[in-house]
Every structure is written in structure tokens, then in C-alpha cells.
């Protein structure tokens, strides 16, 4: 059974920084694409950063670039998120979420997370 499980979400101040792990099983990891997203209230899921995890490939959408680093641990199975620099903006809820396809958009990924609160907020 495939299984993503997010974890390392909050509340954080702005100008804060978060580091979100996405721990997956059930499938073989290095064959799978993993992608973190975020939804905020009202608003449509939007791609942060995906990574291959076969070959450590990251990218990052427009959302959040520059403020945000992925990377992939094949040893543990897991994909984190450090967030820098987070803003209101920012609150959402953030999903992981694979694929073997080379693609960071939503609609391309078939094994979703619970996902997780991350709130920035003074």
C-alpha cells in the first residue's frame, strides 16, 4: 500500500522558517517523482518544488522560488521542504505527492498525503 506521510508543519512567525518531511512507502522510491503542493483556503492546489528521486533532479515553480530547498533521501525514503523567509501569504495546507512522471503540476500525480497545516502568522 502506497503511503506519504507529512509531517513538520505549524505555526511560524513571518520571516520564519519551516522544514516539512514527507515520509513514502509502498512503492519502490527511486522509480517516483515526489512533489510538494499547497492549497490555500479558496484557492486552487499550486506546485512548490518536485525532485526525482532517481536522480536527485529538483524544481522549483514560480510559487515559492528561492525561498524554498528540496531534497531527497533515498536511504530513509523521505523528501523535505525547508521553507525560508515565509510570509502570511504562505499559510496553506501543503500535500507531498508521487508520480513517475517528470511533472510538478497536480494533475499529474497519483498518491496524495494526508497533508499538512503551515501557518504564518504573527
Known amino acids: 500500500e502506497v503511503q506519504l506521510v507529512e509531517s513538520g508543519g505549524g505555526l511560524v512567525q513571518p520571516g520564519g522558517s519551516l522544514r516539512l518531511s514527507c515520509a513514502a512507502s509502498g512503492f519502490i522510491f527511486d522509480d517516483y517523482v515526489i512533489g510538494w503542493f499547497r492549497q490555500a483556503p479558496g484557492k486552487e492546489r499550486e506546485g512548490v518544488s518536485c525532485i526525482s528521486n532517481g536522480d536527485g533532479l529538483p524544481y522549483y515553480t514560480d510559487s515559492m522560488r528561492g525561498r524554498v530547498t528540496i531534497s531527497s533521501d533515498s536511504a530513509k525514503n523521505t523528501v523535505d521542504l525547508q521553507m525560508n523567509s515565509l510570509a502570511p501569504e504562505d499559510t496553506a495546507i501543503y500535500y507531498c505527492?508521487?508520480?513517475?512522471?517528470?511533472?510538478?503540476?497536480?494533475?499529474?500525480?497519483?498518491?496524495w498525503g494526508q497533508g499538512i497545516q503551515v501557518t504564518v502568522s504573527s
Open positions: 505527492a508521487a508520480t513517475i512522471e517528470r511533472r510538478c503540476t497536480p494533475g499529474d500525480y497519483d498518491y
